[in-house]
């Protein structure tokens, strides 16, 4: 909650010119209102002079209003001029110095609460900086590492005559540079988390760019906003391979169009991988699969908690995966 920033005269000599001012115009406007005032409201213009004053300028100040204008009612509106002392002059100074108590005790007390508020909310403002600044900086580090696993696997491929473990080795580098370019562009240049379908877009144009196809019409729909942390990676190389597989499998030898889509579903989110390719061959079971790829995007709809279904769509294939929402609420701001 945003504290309105209080607003006080802190100098000494403002402070108490200040409570000396308030003092002289409750004493003026008291007495210029003498005659029309009955009996039994000694320090009716006294009292919003204290209560101004300690709000002003603080306890101090606040004080000497009050035994100013207290002095200044007993000598001049207290029965004859005069100190003069008995029991019903007690009895009004008493109820004077409870009003005034009371009145700078709350204005004193709600002020101190207040400023230790803001000072835990500097605080607090501090830490989540220092947070952000370090998970920003943990984020780079990961990206950077990534990178060089990916350089040392392809440096590994070169030296490797083996041509199935050349082929192993340059898809680990692949799936290894994607994570990390996925961690690169989960957030934009000032840490904030891009909503999914900005993110997806870019990274989709660049997997088409690297596989040189022009021809594919894709478009991205849904994705309003960002996903958690633990779900952006996961979610977005299940998007990768779905679409990686339409370009290898369903469009070989011809153009076509993908359409990608992240929607809410109940109370799930469902990313949605459609093509109009070739489709699948006779018998294919999604599951059952002996291929990487899908072994890989179960196993990220199993760290998601959710479910992948690949099936025969009207024109090509549906690929389909349904994961929890409650995940997707709980964003962390880098």
Known sequence: MELVTERRINHPVAAYGL????????????????????????????????VVVTYLAGLRAGLL??????????????????FELNSATGLALAFYA?????????????????RRAEVEMDRSRELAESRDLLSREIQHRVSNNLQVVSA????????????????????????????????????????????????????????????????????VTGGERPLSPDQSTPVSLVMLECVNNALEHGFSG?????????????AQ??????????????????????SLGLRIVHSMARQL?????????????????????????DLVAV
Not at 172 to 200: C, E, S, Y
Not at 254 to 259: A, F, L
Not at 269 to 290: E, K, M, N, R, Y
């Open 19 to 50: 409570a000396v001012a308030a003092w002289l115009v409750a004493f003026l406007v008291r007495m210029g209102l003498d005659h029309q005032f009955p009996p039994g409201f000694p320090y009716l213009t006294f009292f919003p002079a204290v």
């Open 152 to 219: 040392m696997l392809a440096l590994q491929a070169q030296h490797t005559t083996d041509p199935d473990a050349r082929r192993g080795l340059q898809e680990a580098r692949g799936r290894t540079a994607l994570i990390a370019k996925v961690q690169r562009g989960l957030h934009d240049l000032n840490g904030h988390a891009l909503p999914f379908a900005v993110f997806a877009r870019e990274l989709l144009a660049d997997a088409l760019d690297a596989a040189g196809r022009s021809d594919i019409q894709l478009t």
């Open 305 to 329: 908690g959710g479910q992948f279904v690949m099936s025969a769509g009207d024109r090509g294939v549906s690929s389909r995966l349904v994961f929890p929402l409650e995940a997707a609420e």
């Open 65 to 82: 209003t009050a035994v100013l204008s207290g002095l200044t009612a007993w000598w001049f509106f207290i029965g004859p001029p005069g």
């Open 254 to 266: 011809r153009s076509g169009v993908i359409q990608v889509d992240l929607s809410l579903d109940g």
């Open 269 to 290: 989110q469902a990313l949605t991988v459609i093509d109009d390719g070739h489709g699948l061959p006779p018998g294919f079971d999604a599951a059952q699969s002996g």
């Open 98 to 114: 409870f009003v005034v108590a009371v009145d700078i005790f709350f204005i004193h007390g709600m002020q101190r609460e207040r």
